[in-house]
């Protein structure tokens, strides 16, 4: 509907562009939700070994790995929201 009402305005939406970006917006935010979600369960079951006096170094390793992987899926996410603003920004009203 949108790119229709543009086109009366000869403007012409690029819609394959805009889904693109916010297919690869939405694959990004759920990856970097999921793993904080893994994080925060990992982080529970390491008290909860702990507490049972058992070893929980092994689980410990696996959470000291998560930071990483979000941060990087933080800034890809933040080049993507400003490639998107950039789009829309050039969208007349």
Do not use: C, H, W, Y
């Not at 793993?35 to 070994?49: D, V």
């Amino acid at each position: 509907t949108v790119a229709a009402r543009l086109a009366t305005r000869k403007f012409q939406l690029d819609v394959a562009t805009f889904n693109a970006l916010e297919a690869e917006r939405k694959q990004i935010q759920s990856r970097t939700e999921e793993l904080q979600g893994k994080r925060n369960t990992l982080s529970k079951q390491i008290g909860m070994l702990k507490s049972k006096g058992e070893d929980a170094s092994a689980v410990m390793a696996e959470v000291a790995a998560i930071p990483e992987e979000v941060k990087k899926s933080e800034v890809r996410l933040a080049e993507v929201q400003a490639q998107m603003t950039a789009f829309l920004q050039a969208i007349p009203n």
